[in-house]
């Protein structure tokens, strides 16, 4: 029967994560790199697991254009080589510099491009009419206005082509707030669209597509973050499909970390107690973790360790009175409740029974506000 539960609650977290899978970018600016430096880039960011280039059209000049178009043509046959979308921001001032109609974008697909990006709208009307493309291309709208969407939605736009995509910000204390964040996302998705938000990499050589670069990130909130925890605070916080890299070039070691932060959960860094028994350190780090649906204000109880390890020995150890980013498991004392994982909220007393197992680094102790009833959670050691 024990099997049987878990087995059953085991199914039910993979189907829930696979619902909540993530997709990762990589942002370049052609008018100011190396064509070979960026390919070397596509691929290193493709054996990451990344889909998607984001590049910036919006200070492309006429003396300049061709070259740069020449050079976009170029990324976008790497780009489908390695299986990678690539999407163009624009304006309304792109189109009229090259004379093109919105009512044909050929003039993208012939680049290479997947999609394009409308950092300023047309207007509602002609923004949902893009999705109609006859090239059948991805149409991005800004996400970082809120209820934006509301009007392009009233115009009756091909919902499978359209994808929001939130600004970044070049300047320190631009950013956006969290609060402002989850509103836009919210708006937005209501209607069943996709989002993306961009991260900052951390190397000193970053450059983005203006001369002021103080870190393309979306929330202002990310910008003193490693580019790592920037991804798993954008995750933990909800809503969000994908996660770009806005500038360029973000190291090897930040897109190996962006490809390992396990998509759209709350995931924190720990410090595990050096003596835990084995049978501890396997229910850390066996599975994911999910947080009952009746969830207490003092902790999130994950319970399925309570019948694949319902044979196991856990005697009483470290049992110290609890606190906010503690991470617990039942011991022998608890009878039925042995094996049970608790991350603690609040601090409260230890009548024995609990194990301290872990602890979430004071860093990502923020982390914890995202653990929603009913939502994994996972630890990275």
């Not at 954008?234 to 998509?263: F, N």
């Amino acid at each position: 029967m024990e099997k049987l539960i878990s087995d059953y609650i085991n199914k039910m977290i993979a189907e829930q994560l696979k619902e909540q899978q993530g997709t990762l970018g990589i942002s370049l600016y052609p008018d100011k790199s190396d064509f070979e430096d960026d390919k070397a880039y596509i691929e290193l960011a493709a054996k990451y697991g990344f889909t998607k280039i984001f590049t910036a059209l919006l200070n492309v000049k006429p003396d300049n254009a061709e070259e740069v178009f020449a050079k976009i043509k170029k990324l976008g046959a790497v780009a489908k080589t390695n299986s990678m979308e690539l999407m163009l921001d624009i304006g309304p001032q792109v189109f009229k510099m090259l004379n093109i109609s919105v009512d044909d974008l050929s003039f993208f697909t012939d680049l290479g491009a997947t999609g394009i990006r409308l950092d300023i709208g047309f207007g509602s009307e002609k923004d949902a009419a893009l999705t109609r493309n006859e090239q059948g291309i991805a149409i991005e709208v800004n996400a970082s206005f809120p209820n934006a969407i509301d009007s392009i939605m009233a115009c009756q736009p091909n919902i499978d082509n359209l994808i929001a995509c939130h600004n970044y910000f070049p300047q320190k204390y631009t950013g956006l707030g969290e609060k402002l964040f989850k509103a836009c996302n919210k708006s937005i998705k209501q209607y069943g669209v996709k989002i993306a938000a961009f991260v900052r990499t951390q190397n000193e050589d970053n450059f983005g597509v203006w001369a002021v670069s103080e870190g393309l990130c979306t929330l202002e909130v990310s910008r003193q973050m490693s580019t790592d925890l920037q991804t798993r605070h954008l995750w933990a916080l909800g809503d969000i499909d994908q996660v770009i890299v806005g500038d360029t070039y973000a190291t090897e070691a930040e897109l190996l970390a962006m490809s390992k932060a396990r998509p759209k959960v709350a995931t924190m860094r720990i410090e595990v107690t050096e003596d835990n028994s084995e049978a501890e350190n396997e229910i850390l780090f066996a599975n994911y973790h999910v947080a009952r649906n009746d969830m207490s204000d003092y902790m999130a109880r994950s319970i399925v360790a309570r019948f694949t390890h319902s044979q196991s020995d856990i005697p009483a150890n470290n049992t110290r009175n609890l606190k906010r980013g503690d991470v617990v498991i039942c011991n022998n004392g608890y009878g039925h409740y042995k094996a049970e994982l608790q991350l603690v909220l609040q601090e409260m007393e230890n009548d024995g029974n609990k194990n301290v197992v872990a602890r979430v680094i004071d860093e990502e102790l923020f982390l914890l506000d995202y653990i929603t009833p009913g939502k994994p959670f996972a630890f990275i050691k």
